[in-house]
């Protein structure tokens, strides 16, 4: 029997879905790395043990496969009943034994695998809406779960860093999480972002600013790990003084 495939026709959409998948292995690797005692050692994550971000991973595959549910077949089941409940599943999920923790992230992640996997061609640009109440394709919970699985294996905190993080993620996010903060109308340093292994990448923070912008520069990867709120070894500002904090990212 022919192995069963993706009803995907979108070739950018493909990518992302491969992406998605390293993505989720990588941090499945990471989360099988870890002894049973170790998952309730702290995460990297301000207040998170790694349980946390394991419950929280986990819930969210199931979550992103609520919106894939409501594409394929027309009835609403959004992310979430109530803005309680991902905040609640996350603390009871953090409380679970090692072996349920594990399943759970096990489980979670082939069910959103299926559901993706045997979504029709024609149904993924079909609108659904995020928790945060956006409305988008329902192709967006491809990027939404890349984002999720490859900063999460991070913040794990076992030997991960944005060094692991592939070239296509780092340039996608990199100017998104940018575009963010202008779109939100964040207060901005007055920052020029330039990345040392990118020659064509540079990234004006606040294009209102009246001053020449100091000049923050690093590796990509160590700029996003920067915008994130996650590290900012590795960088230079032109001024010499102290790296700013970033603004909140999400």
Do not use: C
Request: charged share 25%.
């Amino acid at each position: 029997m022919a192995a069963r495939t993706d009803n995907v026709d979108d070739p950018k959409l493909a990518a992302g879905l491969l992406l998605a998948r390293r993505g989720t292995a990588f941090f499945s690797r990471k989360l099988n790395e870890l002894s049973d005692s170790e998952l309730y050692e702290p995460s990297l994550l301000s207040g998170w043990t790694r349980a946390h971000l394991a419950a929280h991973v986990g819930y969210n595959a199931r979550a992103l496969t609520r919106l894939t549910e409501w594409a394929a077949t027309g009835v609403e089941t959004p992310m979430y009943s109530s803005p309680e409940q991902r905040n609640d599943e996350i603390q009871l999920g953090a409380t679970l034994s090692a072996r349920a923790l594990r399943n759970l992230s096990d489980h979670a992640i082939v069910h959103l695998n299926v559901e993706w996997r045997d979504l029709p061609a024609d149904a993924w640009g079909r609108q659904v809406r995020t928790a945060q109440g956006r409305i988008v394709p329902v192709s967006e919970t491809v990027w939404m779960r890349t984002r999720e699985v490859w900063l999460h294996a991070i913040d794990l905190g076992n030997g991960a860093s944005v060094r692991d993080l592939p070239t296509e993620f780092v340039d996608r996010l990199l100017p998104e999480v940018v575009a963010l903060w202008k779109t939100r109308g964040d207060a901005v340093p007055n920052l020029l972002l330039r990345a040392t292994d990118r020659p064509d990448l540079s990234l004006r923070l606040d294009d209102a600013a009246d001053a020449e912008p100091e000049v923050l520069t690093g590796e990509a990867a160590q700029l996003l790990a920067w915008e994130t709120g996650r590290a900012n070894t590795g960088l230079q500002l032109s001024g010499g003084g102290p790296v700013p904090v970033a603004p909140r990212w999400l």
